[in-house]
């Protein structure tokens, strides 16, 4: 797969971001909503990456790389309420 699934998802629009498993991948993932992107994950033993992966190829590894691109949605913000003046 590799390189290739890498520029489709770049030709389509996506960033590539970061790798994380566990806490810190849901932590990002919802950060990455909450500032109005769209996100995607892809687990890093499928990008190949010409043998760079090597320290994920256990096969227990849960560990994804994050792709986003900005959503048509609205961010629905809770922090800020909007003023008329």
Known sequence: MSTNLIERL???GWTQQFTASGVRLEEALE???MLG???RTVPVRELGCDGCTVCFDDVNDKSVMIFTRPSDKPVDDDLYESVDE
């Open 10 to 12: 770049k030709a389509e």
């Open 31 to 33: 950060n990455y909503r």
């Open 37 to 39: 992107f769209e996100t």
